[in-house]
């Protein structure tokens, strides 16, 4: 059974920054980090393929970088933190992205627990 472990999250003042990682017992070939903030849907923030090609979400552009520690490691860098970055954010992965798009929830079958990401104005 595939596990993911997130880390990372914690509290920070607008303009700062956080690395989120996580760890998996396996390799995945693609994976990415979604967030989901009090009522609303879990959202793709950005995505990453077996050849380390990037896919970010609008908001976080220029602001957020996904990469690769290893092949079974997923780090988000998140500088320029604001408000509305508040969230839980979890890891997702799969083998493939089975014709889904990379911000598609349907497109994961494995997720970690999440860790929260609190960012004060």
């Known amino acids: 059974q595939v596990k993911l472990v997130e880390s990372g999250g914690g509290s920070v003042q607008a303009g700062g920054s956080l690395r989120l990682s996580c760890t998996s017992n396996?390799?995945?070939?693609?994976m990415a980090w979604f967030r989901q903030a009090p009522g609303k849907e879990r959202e793709g923030v950005a995505g990453?393929?077996?050849?380390?090609?990037s896919s970010y979400a609008d908001s976080v552009k220029g602001r957020f970088t996904i990469s690769r520690g290893g092949r079974n490691v997923l780090h988000l860098q998140m500088n320029d933190l604001v408000s509305e970055d508040t969230a839980m954010y979890y890891c997702?992965?799969?083998?493939?992205?089975?014709?889904?798009?990379?911000?598609?929830?349907?497109?994961?079958?494995?997720w970690g627990q999440g860790t929260q990401v609190i960012v004060s104005s």
């Open positions: 396996q390799y995945n070939g693609y």
């Open positions: 997702a992965a799969d083998w493939h992205l089975g014709g889904h798009l990379w911000n598609n929830t349907q497109a994961y079958d494995r």
């Open positions: 990453i393929d077996s050849r380390d090609r």
